[in-house]
């Protein structure tokens, strides 16, 4: 089946400084990408939608110069936390998704815990 | 307000008892996942529906998608220790068109007592 990895599966950085996140499509082509954040004992809350060769598409209240997301092949969406601070501090997980790709299981990477000090 | 309410938030059970969680969108679900999900880990994906009525079942744990297709519970019977965890549904309430998208419920943490 289709798999998507993430890396790092675990950071920590100092505050002030950005931290980028690798979402990788292993087996299969996605168009698009989403990205989510998950605080302690919540849910997940829709980031951003990547798409391949274009602009992310950000949902309300989401900073876009603060979380920038490249998508700049079928394969690789990075999303890189500028300028970071301890509310950053979050578990980030990215899904694979596109025309063509099976809704059926939708592949969720296994997501990056970012820690700021 | 939650477009997903997703209920209850945790439930403590004891070993071999069965036990239902529920998923309610305000929207027509155009597909509802449901998965697992450790403290602090990725999501196991466990099951997906799409059609009212539905019903899909992987071992002792039971899925269904009423007929209006708004709401779905996931039954787990005779649950065991392995079965705790965090229970998510997450939903395609955009339909046509979309590659993927998914809204989610609060999460059900079950914990299991042996």
């Known amino acids: 089946g289709a798999v998507v990895s993430q890396h790092p599966s675990r950071v920590i950085c100092k505050s002030g400084t950005s931290v980028k996140i690798e979402c990788r499509s292993l087996?299969?082509?996605?168009?698009?990408m989403f990205w989510y954040r998950q605080f302690p004992k919540q849910s997940l809350m829709l980031m951003a939608t990547?798409?391949?060769?274009?602009?992310?598409?950000?949902e309300q209240g989401v900073e876009k110069d603060k979380f920038l997301i490249n998508h700049a092949s079928l394969t690789l969406s990075t999303l890189t936390v500028t300028s970071a601070h301890p509310e950053d501090s979050s578990f980030y997980i990215c899904?694979?998704?596109?025309?063509?790709?099976?809704?059926?299981?939708?592949?969720f990477g296994p997501g990056t815990r970012l820690t700021v000090l | 307000s939650q477009e997903l309410e997703q209920s209850p938030q945790s439930l403590i059970v004891q070993e071999g008892k069965n036990l239902t969680i529920n998923c309610t969108s305000s929207?027509?679900?155009?597909?509802l996942y449901w998965y697992k999900q450790k403290y602090g880990e990725g999501l196991i994906f466990l099951m997906m529906?799409?059609?009212?009525?539905e019903e899909k079942s992987h071992e002792k744990i039971t899925a269904k998608l009423d007929e209006k297709k708004q709401q779905s519970s996931l039954h787990i019977t005779a649950s065991q220790p392995s079965h705790a965890g965090i229970y998510l549904c997450?939903?395609?309430?955009f339909g046509s068109g979309n590659t993927g998208k998914l809204i989610f419920g609060q999460g059900t943490t079950l914990q299991v007592k042996p």
């Open positions: 997450g939903a395609d309430v």
């Open positions: 990547s798409n391949e060769g274009s602009k992310a598409t950000y």
């Open positions: 929207k027509t679900l155009y597909g």
């Open positions: 899904s694979a998704g596109g025309q063509g790709v099976s809704t059926d299981t939708q592949y």
């Open positions: 087996d299969f082509q996605a168009t698009t």
């Open positions: 529906l799409q059609k009212g009525g």
